[in-house]
T-cell receptor, first 113, second 112 residues
Framework: NAGVTQTPKFQVLKTGQSMTLQCAQDMNHNSMYWYRQDPGMGLRLIYYSASEGTTDKGEVPNGYNVSRLNKREFSLRLESAAPSQTSVYFC????????????FGPGTRLTVL | QQQVKQSPQSLIVQKGGISIINCAYENTAFDYFPWYQQFPGKGPALLIAIRPDVSEKKEGRFTISFNKSAKQFSLHIMDSQPGDSATYFCAALFDNTDKLIFGTGTRLQVFP
């Protein structure tokens, strides 16, 4: 089992460009999450999906959109990238709602110039 | 406003010593408190977790102490090893939701 996989590993964008970060899990988990990690800020939840077909906003959703394509895949889209979105992005999944371990992917390091 | 406050920001400990990281929260709707460990270039991984109906949980060299009345919890690493050098995050989960709120992290360095 690969666990949680993310693509790409690294990306450089210019301000105003768009891109989609891909995430997939092979653990048959219901819940999936997108976080961003910034120095001194910890991990902050952007969006999450408790089940296929549902998505909800987290702490910092502005400037992002998500799609829960199916049970395995959860993508994060930046429509018009800004330098403030320079960060490391992590996808995670968990088996059930509430109180379950979240498994994290290896991250995508995004730089917006 | 940081809902889960973590300290210290960084910690240097000698091999064999005790590492202590503290977290505090305000919202009583939190009801699950995990600690995650992150090595450079990797995603965080669950280390140990506790629910507020117990005051302490121990797994090997790692112990969580939980003080519900003070709304504080801490991670103790006994006999710290160089391999424990990593960033540690406390977190709290809102009751009946999927929203996990993380602290700002503590970078631990254990020197031989």
């Amino acid at each position: 089992n690969a666990g949680v996989t993310q693509t790409p590993k690294f990306q450089v964008l210019k301000t105003g460009q768009s891109m989609t970060l891909q995430c997939a899990q092979d653990m048959n988990h219901n819940s999936m999450y997108w976080y961003r990690q910034d120095p001194g800020m910890g991990l902050r939840l952007i969006y999450y999906s408790a089940s296929e077909g549902t998505t909800d906003k987290g702490e910092v959703p502005n400037g992002y959109n998500v799609s829960r394509l199916n049970k395995r895949e959860f993508s994060l889209r930046l429509e018009s990238a800004a330098p403030s979105q320079t960060s490391v992005y992590f996808c995670a999944s968990s088996g059930a709602r509430n109180h379950n371990e979240q498994f994290f992917g290896p991250g995508t390091r995004l730089t917006v110039l | 406003q940081q809902q889960v406050k973590q300290s210290p920001q960084s910690l240097i400990v000698q091999k064999g010593g005790i590492s202590i990281i503290n977290c505090a929260y305000e919202n009583t709707a939190f009801d699950y408190f995990p600690w995650y460990q992150q090595f450079p270039g990797k995603g965080p991984a669950l280390l140990i977790a506790i629910r507020p109906d117990v005051s302490e949980k121990k797994e090997g060299r790692f112990t969580i102490s939980f003080n519900k009345s003070a709304k504080q919890f801490s991670l103790h690493i006994m006999d710290s090893q160089p391999g424990d050098s990593a960033t540690y995050f406390c977190a709290a989960l809102f009751d009946n939701t999927d929203k996990l709120i993380f602290g700002t992290g503590t970078r631990l360095q254990v020197f031989p």
